[in-house]
């Protein structure tokens, strides 16, 4: 028995010192040959089982199969990796420039308004208020009569307005779809109504057009501080800070009390006497707000004794501009490609 | 409004206060009153004294100047001057050697023809005050100045002016004295004054001139008062008086006007003055304007006035448009001997009417229309009249002619407890009612948790409980009340369809690369004529708007179209040479009848730029470019596309498609018409653009999984003539596996091939295929399919297409 393992041994070990000597595929089929070959070294050990007494033959054949699958499976891998070596070699000389342009199209941009827009809209639905929207040529009566402006009230001079020949108008807040929607839905309410507005306006800090979002919340004994609550919320939410901020009266004839807000200088936080955006002041006025006029609810068929609540006003553009770092409120309207793509690369900076 | 902190003095003891200037414009734009800017009217004003005129010479050597020695209280000094004006013990201004004028000019020394000249005598200009005095003389000051008083101190000369933009609804803001109120309010500790001019003055004295009646047949005037100043020398306003008006923003005129502005500018109640004589008849009649009657107005325009206008007439002749403006003969002139001054109380909503139709903010009209205290029409007569004696010299004391209709009496607002808790989480009774009291709004009845408060005639705009809950909570302050949000949970919110929808298009369009704009919704007046639309066209038919602020901002738009090309005019002629390709989504207004609709639509352009070469060789965009955007955007949302060839004037003849989703038609796409190319000087402009809200709503989407038998593959090939599209070749294939009766479906047709050239015809191309045959239940066997495949071949034959 002894001297029949040494030959099996002997066999593997030769194979394996001639394998880890081949480095290419004909010298593997050298070797393939050399050991499984009609004269190879598996084959004389095969039969030279028959000369063995019976009862070794049986153990015997097993570890001459044993070893000839060995020998197969080392041949194979051998084979593949040899292969997968040249392949590569053939792939290194393909090399080609990974830094050259990408095929195809590369991403567009957003455009800092209706991204601003969206995102408001996305705060204040968390905080349950739904979107609603109105038409752009408005009646003089939704613009202005039931927001507490009869034609005669010098509260008009506050938003010069366009008007068409037969007296429609191109509505200069989104006020009257807190009405327009007081009358669909009633009490208790809460919506937000984003969308374009227009006054007769044009010059460096003014366009004729410009984007708000005006929300309203009508309920049972709603409180100033829930107004107060609701803006530190949205405020905070889309700036992605905490804002020290401050409230001043004010006048809106559709609210009473009514009141401004004002952020902290989102650009210097109030340490920037030349600030470019405060101007130094420190503050930013951003939202103008009141607890609404009972004339208003009733003018959405609502009960004023019943129901009260809040309506605020926020420019969608200043938003953006303070956001976004955009310091001329026209170049959001001129489509020009170059300034939205300059936020994301678009052409190559040097 | 311009607030002069001097003449505040007058009406509110604020010394004890101890208040600078800063703290009272923060605790008003805190409360309500915005103080837009502090002006200290001296400026950078050092060393400038009175001086007395000792002695005055020519210089000998050229006659164009005088030499003035001049008392300065700290001794004589030499100054030389080109000024006419003065005299010998006059006393003027003096800026010595070294001193600083307001502007910040540093004086000198100069020799004049060998006389040294020691700084300057001051013109009022030199002083900062303009139109107080004639810039090309010496300020001469009146014979109280003594030398060496510093110019800041005497005259109000260092004042400090407070601007502060006063909201629409507090028309009692608009005066000195309304302002002294508004800080009492503010500064409970503070007391009000009353100037001497305001004291009563005694008028028992009949009209030394005939004077009919007043009447006052149009109730829109409340009140009409006349009062009468004889033996009037018209002249300058003493100097305080006119450096006041300066500073307040009026220009000095003469004593007799001055006076008018003046009580205007510290009382609020607009004044006329007009010379008796010039009036047409000795009587005066308000009444409401006919339709279509004319009046001359003082700033010379015809005016086509409205019954809703109210007219001040004498003999019939209108003099004045009530509240707005005087008319052009009645005016004080340097010989007015005897003037009658006018005050009256008119309705703001008339006035309001008239002075919005007719563009008129005067000061008068200004005032009328955010509410004067009805109460000052006395009072200001009486303070005016006191002041033309004063300052005019005249005889005053003649009893006022009056003529009075209902006039508005402030009305009783309650105040509870439960409202003032829930607005401002506040509910101290007591402190609001001293809150109120200290504007004036007096308590009147006190049932413990519900009071009732008298507000003031002068605080017409307090008449809800709400407001007395704004003047409580604005005297507070809402900084320091507490923040919350709803209690209760809310109900599910809902970010609605149009949000909806404009993030699916641009979550759909921007990784697609491209750049959402927004561009304006008017255009210019011309924009169908450069689209070429036929005037029939609904979009060549825009809502046109009356007062539009330019041509190129007066029509609304009907398509979105020529804000992207200006887009891509504007982003070439910024030096963007890359491709561009933008989308807007928006409204367009759409006339219909007598309304009109505000679809919204998406529209998108690209464009393979100035610039196209590329290390990749050419990679331009074509029409399968933008239909491939197109059918991403609405397939994606559920809907089948289809492209139907089609035509819009201002697109290019051949390369045109209308889009169709689910049959309705969306829009248009395709290539601009190269003629518009060639106007914005480019080429390769592909636009689209659709009407989305038929694509509100999102379909689901309905997933089949694929068959577990397999399916087979065949090719045909096709020779088509060029008129037929492969849309028609296609649903002819279709028809021709659905004409065979066979249950095996065409899984999928695909053209995978377009010859044209050697071997075709003229007229004619080749279009290949590649069917998908495959049954659900069961293996096809080659027999099957080839047979299926035979028939459809030869229906196509019979279809006539010549099949290869």
């Not at chain 2, 200290?40 to 030499?67: F, Q, R």
């Not at chain 2, 260092?158 to 608009?174: A, F, H, K, Q």
């Not at chain 2, 009036?279 to 086509?304: N, Q, S, Y």
């Amino acid at each position: 028995m002894p001297e029949e393992n040494i030959t099996v041994n002997a066999v593997r070990d030769s194979f394996r010192e001639s394998l880890a000597g081949a480095s290419t595929l004909q010298e593997l089929d050298e070797i393939r040959v050399k050991f499984t070959g009609k004269k190879g070294s598996l084959t004389q050990l095969l039969r030279s089982l028959g000369k063995l007494p019976p009862e070794q033959r049986k153990s015997t054949g097993q570890e001459v199969n044993t070893l000839r699958d060995e020998i197969e499976h080392e041949l194979d891998q051998a084979g593949k990796r040899i292969r997968d070596a040249e392949n590569e070699k053939q792939e290194i000389s393909q090399r080609i420039d990974v830094t050259l342009p990408a095929h195809g199209r590369t991403s567009g941009a957003f455009h800092p308004v209706l991204q601003t827009m969206h995102e408001i809209a996305d705060i204040m639905q968390g905080l349950g208020y739904s979107v609603a929207s109105g038409p752009e040529v408005e009646e003089d009566y939704y613009n202005f009569e039931c927001l507490n402006v009869p034609p005669w009230h010098p509260a008009r001079d506050m938003q010069d307005t366009f008007y068409f020949a037969d007296g429609t108008l191109l509505r200069t807040h989104t006020s009257p779809v807190q009405i327009r929607s007081m009358l669909k839905y009633g009490a208790p309410l809460r919506i937000v109504c984003p969308g374009k507005v227009y006054r007769r306006d044009n010059d460096t800090t003014h366009s004729p057009m410009f984007n708000q979002m005006e929300g309203l919340l009508v309920d049972k004994n709603v409180p100033f501080s829930v107004m107060k609550g609701t803006m530190s919320e949205m405020l905070n939410a889309f700036f992605g800070k905490s804002l020290r901020y401050r409230f001043r009266a004010s006048y809106f004839p559709f609210t009473e009390p009514s009141m401004e807000l004002d952020i902290e200088c989102v650009e210097c936080s109030g340490h920037d006497e030349h600030c470019r955006v405060c101007h130094g002041t420190g503050w930013l006025e951003v939202v103008g707000m009141g607890m609404v006029h009972p004339n208003v609810i009733r003018a959405g068929k609502i009960d004023p004794d019943e129901y009260n609540g809040f309506a605020f006003g926020i420019g969608l553009d200043r938003m953006a501009m303070l956001k976004y770092g955009i310091g001329d409120l026209r170049l959001l309207f001129d489509g020009n490609v170059s300034y939205f793509m300059s936020g994301f690369g678009g052409a190559e900076k040097c | 409004m311009l607030i002069s902190w001097e003449l505040l003095k007058n009406f509110i003891d604020i010394e004890p206060l101890n208040l600078t200037p800063e703290e009272l414009a923060e605790r008003l734009t805190f409360s309500g009153s915005e103080v837009e800017s502090i002006t200290y009217t001296a400026g950078k004003m050092k060393g400038v004294v009175a001086a007395k005129i000792n002695a005055l010479e020519a210089h000998s050597k050229d006659a164009k100047y005088s030499i003035a020695h001049l008392d300065t209280g700290t001794g004589i000094h030499v100054c030389v001057t080109s000024a006419k004006n003065m005299k010998k013990g006059d006393n003027v201004f003096y800026a010595g050697e070294g001193a600083i004028l307001p502007d910040g000019t540093e004086l000198g020394t100069r020799d004049f023809h060998g006389v040294m000249s020691y700084g300057m005598m001051l013109s009022a200009e030199e002083l900062g005050l303009h139109d107080v005095d004639d810039p090309s003389g010496l300020l001469i000051l009146p014979n109280d100045a003594r030398p060496g008083d510093k110019a800041e101190s005497l005259y109000h000369v260092g004042d400090v002016i407070l601007d502060v933009s006063i909201t629409p609804n507090r028309g009692d803001l608009l005066s000195l004295l309304g302002m002294a109120r508004e800080i009492k309010g503010l500064y409970p500790k503070s007391t009000l004054k009353t100037p001497e001019w305001l004291r009563p003055l005694k008028q028992d004295k009949e009209w030394s001139e005939e004077f009919g009646k007043i009447s006052l047949p149009d109730k829109g005037c409340y009140a009409y008062r006349l009062g009468l100043a004889t033996g009037a020398k018209i002249s300058d306003s003493p100097l305080t008086a006119k450096i006041d008006l300066a500073h307040l923003g009026m220009r000095p005129i003469n004593n007799a006007v001055d006076v008018t502005n003046y009580v205007m500018l510290m009382l609020g109640q607009p004044l006329h003055a007009f010379d008796l004589n010039t009036l047409p008849a000795r009587e005066i009649t308000v009444r409401a304007a006919h339709e279509g009657e004319h009046m001359m107005t003082l700033d010379g325009k015809d005016r086509a006035l409205t019954e809703r206008d109210m007219l001040i007439t004498s003999g019939g002749e209108a003099i004045a448009l009530a509240g707005v403006m005087g008319g052009e003969q009645t005016g004080i002139n340097d010989d007015t001997n005897t003037i009658v001054i006018e005050s009256a109380s008119f309705s703001p909503v008339r006035v309001g009417h008239t002075s919005r139709r007719l563009g008129i903010n005067s000061e008068a009209a200004f005032r009328f229309s955010r509410t004067v205290d009805p109460a000052l029409s006395k009072s200001a007569l009486m303070a005016a009249t006191t002041l033309i004696r004063d300052w005019c010299g005249t005889v005053v004391d003649y009893k006022p002619l009056s003529a009075e209709n209902d006039i508005h009496e402030p009305k009783p607002v309650t105040l509870t407890r439960k409202k003032l808790s829930v607005y401002l989480s506040w509910d101290n009774m007591n402190e609001a009612a001293k809150i109120l009291d200290g504007f004036g709004i007096s308590q009147v009845k006190d049932n413990g948790d519900s009071r009732v408060f008298m507000p003031p005639s002068s605080r017409p705009d307090i008449t809800i409980e709400e407001d007395l809950i704004e003047e409580i909570g604005r005297f507070r302050g809402y900084n320091e009340t507490e923040e919350r949000l709803p209690g209760e949970m809310p109900k599910r919110a809902d970010i609605g369809d149009s949000m909806r929808l404009s993030a699916f298009v641009r979550n759909t369009l921007i990784p697609r690369g491209y750049t959402e704009v927004l561009t304006y919704s008017f255009l210019p007046e011309d924009f169908p004529e450069k689209l070429r639309l036929n005037p029939d066209d609904i979009r060549a038919k825009p809502l046109t708007i009356s007062n539009p602020i330019s041509r190129d901002q007066m029509s609304m738009r009907t398509t979105l179209l020529p804000g992207l090309l200006e887009g891509l005019k504007v982003s070439i002629a910024s030096g963007w040479r890359e491709p561009v390709r933008i989308f807007e989504q928006g409204r367009v207004f759409i006339m219909d009848g007598d309304s009109h609709t505000e679809p919204e639509h998406v529209a998108g352009l690209i464009f393979n730029g100035v610039d196209t070469r590329s290390p990749s060789g050419n990679r331009n965009e074509d029409f399968y470019s933008i239909k491939a955007d197109i059918e991403s955007l609405i397939t994606s949302r559920g809907y089948r596309v289809d492209f139907v060839s089609g035509h819009e004037n201002f697109m290019h003849a051949g390369q045109t498609a209308n889009i169709f989703a689910d049959g309705v038609k969306l829009g248009y796409a395709g290539r601009l018409k190269p003629a518009i190319e060639q106007e914005l000087d480019v080429s390769g402009v592909y636009v689209f653009e659709i009407d989305v809200t038929n694509l509100t709503e999102a379909r689901k989407p309905a997933f089949t999984p694929a068959s577990s038998f397999p399916a087979s593959f065949r090719d045909i090939s096709l020779l088509v003539a060029d008129t037929k599209s492969n849309d028609d070749v296609m649903k002819d294939i279709r028809q021709c596996v659905k004409d065979s009766g066979s249950d095996i479906t065409l899984e999928s047709l695909r053209l995978f091939d377009i010859y044209s050239g050697k071997g075709i015809p003229d007229g004619f191309r080749s279009l290949a295929y590649s069917l998908s045959y495959r049954s659900h239940t069961k293996t096809l066997t080659v027999e099957e399919v080839e047979s299926l495949h035979n028939g459809v071949r030869e229906s196509l034959k019979a279809k006539g297409y010549v099949v290869r």
